[in-house]
């Protein structure tokens, strides 16, 4: 065999070589912002048309929905046949994708969904479902979904996601122990449960803190604290949006909340807050706790 020959053959075993690792690479690169809502896409179709054996989940995959463990094929998710509208998210350093869901059962009833879906390898290795099926669910603020939750922030109205870790993390200590920062509410700032309106609301039918924001709301005794569990599923600057989770004591008793919130940020104060906080006997993990 020839220099030149055995040059060659070096030549084209090193081209094949970097292609194998650039292959490789591709494929074990994230799963970037356009990836991530289109998994959460073909999710809600598939859910849909009840064909669960088509969504691209890890071996290990863990499934939750309400705190409880199951298959994806037992969700509540099954009964829904329309969405109303939707508000989704994407978190590519997290790998997550989370929306919140304004839907339709067959039987006409109209549901609130938070789901989060974490991309690991292309496959989903975490779906987190808050499926709220109760009489409280308000129709009137969900569809259609508010566009200030999607709409794009000005630079200078930015915050970056060190600022969003603190105010959020000091949103849940506030839950905990009530003396939140007034610095970082706007006095315009509204908090939503499943679409009912519950700050500058006297009348809310969900908490009794009178006509307060979301600053006022959650000073002195209150009946909740502490927040354990607290987590952020989700930080995007560009929209202003931060998702926080944690689970909800309400002293002593046996009911905890899991709440999953959406966090509007403009300028470094809380504007609003679209949250799904689901209060039952027996809660006592999320499952999830990083």
């Given at each position: 065999?020839?220099?030149?020959?055995v040059l060659k053959i070096s030549s084209l075993a090193f081209a094949a070589l970097a292609l194998f690792v650039l292959s490789?690479?591709?494929s074990a690169a994230t799963c970037d912002r356009a990836c991530l809502l289109e998994q959460a896409k073909e999710f809600n179709a598939n859910m849909l048309a009840r064909a669960t054996e088509k969504i691209q989940l890890a071996p290990d995959a863990q499934i939750r929905e309400?705190?409880?463990a199951i298959a994806l094929g037992d969700s509540k998710w099954i009964g829904v046949t329309k969405i109303l509208s939707e508000g989704v998210y994407a978190d590519t350093l997290l790998g997550n994708v989370i929306e919140h869901v304004a839907a339709e059962t067959a039987a006409g009833k109209t549901v609130y969904i938070g789901t989060r879906l974490k991309l690991v390898d292309g496959k989903i290795k975490e779906v987190e479902i808050n499926f709220d099926d109760g009489p409280k669910v308000n129709v009137k603020n969900l569809v259609p979904y508010d566009p200030i939750f999607t709409t794009v922030v000005s630079p200078e109205e930015r915050s970056n996601r060190a600022q969003f870790e603190r105010i959020i993390n000091s949103y849940f200590k506030g839950l905990t122990d009530h003396p939140p920062?007034?610095?970082?509410?706007d006095p315009r700032c509204d908090?939503?449960?499943s679409g009912n309106r519950v700050t500058h609301n006297p009348r809310n039918g969900v908490e009794e803190s009178g006509d307060v924001g979301?600053?006022?709301s959650n000073l002195g005794?209150?009946?909740w604290g502490p927040a354990a569990e607290v987590r952020i599923g989700l930080i995007d600057p560009e929209r202003g949006i931060v998702i926080g989770?944690?689970?909800l004591y309400y002293g002593d008793g046996p009911r905890r909340m899991q709440i999953n919130e959406i966090f509007k940020v403009l300028d470094g104060r809380i504007r609003m807050v679209d949250n799904i906080g689901l209060m039952e006997e027996g809660i006592t993990t999320s499952g999830f706790t990083h």
């Open positions: 065999m020839t220099v030149k020959v490789k690479t591709a309400n705190t409880k920062i007034q610095a970082d509410y908090r939503y449960h979301c600053y006022e005794p209150k009946p989770y944690a689970i």
